[in-house]
């Protein structure tokens, strides 16, 4: 897609149309391929929510030093993770990607420099919740990385910098968990449905009540929020994806919450949608 190409598509847009903001708590790698409740609801934000002019994702699994976004024209399929079936390493994601995208969301952060990656790809943080939404792979799906060197008030300004792009038919997904502590899975519960340690009901209780009054404050803080978040999130790479999203909200925005469970005891797959 040529960049004349992109604003002829994107001027069918009203200024006051805005694309709506996703966070997905993406979980297994399996769910890019499985069927289930938390793919239903994908694929009902696919057909619910206008054909974007291109999908942007920030991956809790591409973390770099500095900022960077995918700007190749065929961005690969990335199977970062081991141990599972041989069906999910089979999969192949073929959407474009979109260089000239690329430069101009480049250009829009003022903040930071951003650099133009040749590299990566499209990593299951992504490939498994887009391929949910757009089976079809014909809309162009970037990357942008996340600075694992910078604080959480750093992701929630710089998202702020991409404000215009849900202007121009971007939809723009944070893809992560809000709860993500792999080290206290609870194996023997694998099989119970919404199985929750108390502290992840706690603070997850505690996040969708934060997220729906509009009280980022203490989601950027989040240190600050007890012994629940020290276990929540015992790195802050799963959670950063989410003050992306967070970031892009606008007063007149409505903020609701689905896929709103626990899983395996130590992870919630609670998202937001934004607009």
């Known amino acids: 897609m040529k960049l004349n190409d992109l604003k002829n598509i994107t001027d069918e847009f009203k200024s006051s149309d805005l694309m709506p903001v996703l966070f997905t708590g993406h979980g297994s790698p399996m769910n890019g391929i499985e069927e289930n409740e938390f793919t239903d609801y994908w694929k009902k934000l ?9 999908v942007l994702c920030i991956s809790a699994h591409w973390l770099t030093k500095g900022t960077k976004i995918t700007a190749m024209n065929s961005p ?21 990607g979109n260089p000239e995208l690329a430069k101009e969301t480049a250009g829009l952060i003022k903040s930071t420099h951003v650099g133009l990656d040749h590299e990566w790809g499209l990593d299951h943080g992504t490939w498994s919740v887009v391929k949910q939404m757009y089976p079809d792979a014909n809309i162009p799906v970037l990357q942008l990385s996340i600075d694992y060197g910078k604080p959480a008030s750093y992701h929630y300004a710089l998202a702020q910098e991409l404000s215009a792009l849900r202007k121009k038919g971007v939809l723009i997904i944070g893809s992560g968990n809000m709860v993500h502590n792999l080290r206290m899975i609870a194996w ?11 502290w992840v009901i706690e603070l997850n209780t505690k996040f969708k009540e934060l997220i729906l009054n509009g009280n980022h404050d203490p989601l950027i803080h989040y240190e600050k ?10 790195t802050p790479d799963h959670y950063y994806p989410l003050l992306y999203s967070l970031g892009l909200q606008i007063k007149k925005d409505e ?3 689905f896929n709103d469970k626990a899983v395996m005891g130590s992870l919630t797959m609670t998202s937001v949608r934004i607009g």
Do not use: C, M
């Open 225 to 234: 929020l007890g012994t629940a978040a020290q276990y929540a999130i015992p």
């Open 46 to 54: 696919g057909r619910e929510i206008a054909k974007p002019t291109a």
């Open 188 to 198: 023997d519960k694998a099989q119970e449905p919404e199985f929750g340690y108390d």
């Open 255 to 257: 903020v609701s919450i």
């Open 76 to 96: 690969k399929t990335i199977h970062d993770f081991g141990g599972f079936p041989q069906a999910l390493f089979n999969v192949q994601y073929p959407a474009p």
